[in-house]
């Protein structure tokens, strides 16, 4: 019988040192220098449109069906006449141009034309458009901003929205060459109607590493968003960082098909940043990983073998069932792929296991599982796990240039972060900015880690939790929200797609637990359209969450890792209450808040038929 094909060796090899102070405090640093990094990132469009002027760049499917794609030559051609646009028409160029629409190329172009020229670019989540009711997020952030032009693909959906922010602005208002017409608009085509490449460049050589290429916001995931001051220095750094960990990425080019919005700092600075460094081409997905847009997902990788898949947990839990049973898929899906890459959240261990044990059946070896971590403010590369590591959890070590301080806090170690992809400041908020550092210039991120192994610092960190959502019940015990979700998302395992953790204050740990209504109803033996209270209702399911409860239970150290009721919640989580991000991250205080209705329910001890204990 053959042996097992052994996995490419693709990363470099993981270091770290560790030093410690009398204080407490951990520090925690890259030894390998960070090797000079690119000027700005519109260096990069330069380098490829000279070198591989017919290589596919950005690749989107047309309305009808079919795949259209712009080379790197073209890219350039376009960015500079649209820049050529901006600096006719945008006479204050520290105002920004601001996109509301989703990924396209025609978003892509308008992106690297304002970092190509030193004017800032801000995305604003679509969701604060489309799918708020008040649009209180999106005029707050435009009032912030103060735009000098304003981008939407298709003004008919974000009718409302552009009315709601009249008055707040004095943009020009750009629009989709497939979009409605709208008055006073001009049309994305119009920009490339004309070029001054002697202007495009003199603006292009002033850039400097400190120049604002990005306002990016915050998720939201545990506050209100923050508009956070990204540097050309910032995305840079993270990228020539990202190269010298990922060495691979320079023997061939990068194919990625991503559906991360770019007005985020995974999908435009993580996953768009590197295939421009490294010359490769991005295929834009028009799905996403949520019921009734996975579809498009599906049937893009039908047509894409990937050399990187790069997503969110969410997706990783929505694509393995169809790996397991679509052998074309699989097969596909394989044919190339280099490497598997997750961020955004913690990913649970089965979703972790599964994939392996997929790749290992199709491959005979598994597909590196790796990722890193980081936010919107450290440009987000602070760490990459670029090794495989023995389980989910692991973030790998700093990458050159950073250099992390863990400062003991409570039972945990909090880190924050120093380097050159951290920014400067938040976006007109002084007092956010200065709250900000530490008295070290360190970046307080909020998260808490500890060493794998303390004696061998190359083994990595492993993630434990947000130190802000993190409490303490009535005995005075600290409960690890990050852990325990996690586990109670392995206990629960496949009908919980999230869980917020309750009892603060409180004698108990509870759960309010968001389903994943297709293996609710899969479980219970219904069919796909079966209604959600229905499936909910189920005794299958209910004493699946029962028998999960009773496992915990069995397995507790204490009450502060038992929980012992449940609520599985019929309304998912929602975008305008700031209860989910784009990414599909849970907050759980703004849950908390939200749903205070349920969490009393969970302690009322009055029979409620909708709670399940033990």
Request: aromatic share 8%; proline share 7%.
């Amino acid at each position: 019988m053959n042996e097992p094909m052994n996995a490419p060796t693709l990363f470099a090899t993981p270091v770290a040192t560790v030093t410690r102070r009398a204080d407490g405090a951990i520090f925690v640093d890259s030894p390998t220098p960070l090797e000079p990094a690119r000027r700005c990132i519109g260096e990069y469009l330069e380098l490829w449109a000279q070198t591989a002027p017919e290589r596919d760049f950005l690749v989107e499917r047309a309305p009808g069906g079919n795949w259209t794609a712009i080379t790197y030559s073209q890219t350039r051609d376009k960015v500079y006449r649209i820049a050529t646009w901006l600096l006719t028409h945008a006479a204050d160029r520290s105002r920004p141009l601001v996109v509301l629409s989703d990924n396209s190329i025609e978003h892509g172009l308008l992106m690297l034309a304002c970092m190509h020229i030193g004017m800032p670019y801000s995305g604003i989540s679509p969701a604060y458009s489309l799918v708020s009711k008040d649009h209180a997020k999106i005029k707050t952030l435009i009032a912030r901003l103060e735009p000098a032009v304003l981008y939407v693909a298709d003004p008919g959906p974000y009718t409302a929205a552009l009315n709601a922010i009249e008055g707040l602005h004095d943009a020009l208002l750009v629009v989709g060459s497939a979009g409605q017409e709208r008055p006073g608009a001009t049309r994305f085509l119009d920009l490339l109607a004309h070029v001054d490449e002697q202007q495009v460049r003199s603006a292009f050589e002033v850039i400097g590493p400190d120049t604002v290429a990005k306002i990016l916001f915050t998720s939201g995931s545990t506050s209100s968003p923050k508009g956070v001051i990204n540097t050309q220095r910032m995305l840079t750094a993270s990228q020539q960082a990202k190269a010298q960990v990922w060495p691979f990425l320079a023997e061939t080019p990068p194919v990625l098909l991503d559906w991360l919005p770019w007005n985020h700092t995974f999908g435009g600075n993580h996953n768009f940043n590197l295939i421009l460094a490294h010359g490769g081409t991005l295929y834009l997905d028009s799905g996403k990983p949520v019921p009734g847009l996975f579809d498009a997902s599906l049937a893009n990788l039908r047509d894409v073998a990937p050399t990187l898949y790069l997503n969110v947990p969410r997706a990783f839990d929505m694509l393995i069932p169809v790996l397991r049973s679509d052998d074309a898929l699989r097969k596909k899906f394989f044919s190339r792929l280099q490497v598997v890459f997750f961020a955004a959240a913690a990913l649970p261990q089965h979703l972790w296991e599964a994939m392996a044990k997929i790749s290992r059946q199709e491959l005979g070896y598994a597909v590196p599982m790796v990722t890193a971590w980081g936010s919107t403010e450290t440009s987000p590369l602070s760490t990459d796990c670029h090794y495989q590591a023995d389980r989910a959890g692991v973030i790998g070590v700093p990458v050159p240039g950073v250099s992390l301080k863990l400062v003991p806090n409570g039972d945990k170690l909090e880190v924050r972060v120093r380097g050159p992809n951290v920014m400067p400041g938040y976006f007109k908020q002084p007092e956010l900015s200065a709250a900000a550092f530490d008295e070290d210039g360190y970046y307080r991120i909020g998260d808490a880690v500890r060493l794998v192994d303390e004696a061998a610092p190359e083994k990595g960190l492993q993630f434990d939790g947000r130190v802000t959502e993190d409490f303490k019940l009535t005995s005075g015990t600290w409960v690890s929200v990050g852990s325990l979700r996690l586990a109670s998302i392995e206990k629960m395992a496949p009908l919980a797609q999230d869980v917020v953790v309750t009892g603060h204050d409180r004698d108990e740990i509870c759960l309010l637990v968001f389903p994943n209504l297709a293996a609710c109803r899969q479980v219970a033996g219904l069919p796909a359209d079966a209604p959600v209270a229905e499936a909910l209702a189920h005794p299958r399911v209910r004493e699946h969450v029962r028998s999960a409860l009773a496992a915990a239970k069995r397995d507790a150290t204490g009450s502060s890792t038992c929980p012992v009721r449940a609520i599985l919640m019929e309304q998912p989580a929602s975008v305008d209450a700031q209860e989910i991000t784009d990414k599909g991250y849970v907050n759980q205080s703004a849950v908390l808040k939200n749903r205070a209705d349920l969490v009393d329910r969970l302690y009322a001890r009055d029979g409620d038929p909708s709670v399940i204990s033990v």
